[in-house]
T-cell receptor, first 110, second 114 residues
Framework: QKEVEQDPGPLSVPEGAIVSLNCTYS??????FMWYRQYSRKGPELLMY????GNKEDGRFTAQVDKSSKYISLFIRDSQPSDSATYLC??????????FGDGTTLTVKP | GAVVSQHPSWVICKSGTSVKIECRSL??????MFWYRQFPKQSLMLMAT?????????EQGVEKDKFLINHASLTLSTLTVTSAHPEDSSFYIC??????????FGSGTRLTVV
């Protein structure tokens, strides 16, 4: 079993839709949770960083963590074509090592 | 914001040759950097942790003699793929921690071995 499982996608939505991206993790020791956006042939870009259960909002993006169920989500409101990318969830464990989900590729159609 | 610069962005080399990839933290010091490998449509797999002034720590299954890591200063880590073969073709990405929240990644290096 992978330590971080991510809904595989791909996901295709019309412009303006609300997008929900989801991951589960298995290690209750994980304290920090991240969402990255990766465009093709580029390195990942940090979108959200959270370390507690609850919601964290940044513009159109909301990260949600539920430690009791080991579930993390990223919501994108009013999705735009420029949001089309692969989204990676990640957790941070020992010695700062990050464990990544496999990514969900999102396409937002104009 | 914090920037990690990675060079080259892409490289093609002949089988049997060595390739060096550089990762620099431009506006912060990084005592630790991480090197990842990513195959098409797959996630990032941690290869090794690069520690300034000491030996790198390699993940299980990663050949330390093939993937040489040098972290000679607080702003520079290098990954050298020695005696490269076509199966080493991949996307290599470094990351560093500029603060306390989240890692900054380099833009990646696409290595093609022919």
């Amino acid at each position: 079993q992978k330590e971080v499982e991510q809904d595989p996608g791909p996901l295709s939505v019309p412009e303006g839709a609300i997008v929900s991206l989801n991951c589960t993790y298995s290690n209750s020791a994980f304290q920090y949770f991240m969402w990255y956006r990766q465009y093709s042939r580029k390195g990942p870009e940090l979108l959200m960083y959270t370390y507690s259960s609850g919601n964290k909002e940044d513009g159109r993006f909301t990260a949600q963590v539920d430690k009791s169920s080991k579930y993390i989500s990223l919501f994108i409101r009013d999705s735009q074509p420029s949001d089309s990318a692969t989204y990676l969830c990640a957790t941070e464990g020992d010695a700062g090592k990050s464990t990544f989900g496999d990514g969900t590729t999102l396409t937002v159609k104009p | 914001g914090a920037v990690v610069s990675q060079h080259p962005s892409w490289v093609i080399c002949k089988s049997g040759t060595s390739v060096k990839i550089e990762c620099r933290s431009l506006d912060f010091q990084a005592t630790t950097m991480f090197w990842y490998r990513q195959f098409p449509k797959q996630s990032l797999m941690l290869m090794a942790t690069s520690n300034e002034g000491s030996k790198a720590t390699y993940e299980q299954g990663v050949e330390k003699d093939k993937f040489l890591i040098n972290h000679a200063s607080l702003t520079l880590s290098t990954l050298t793929v020695t005696s490269a073969h076509p199966e080493d073709s991949s996307f290599y990405i470094c990351s560093a921690l500029p603060g306390i929240e989240g890692y900054t990644f380099g833009s990646g290096t696409r290595l093609t071995v022919v």
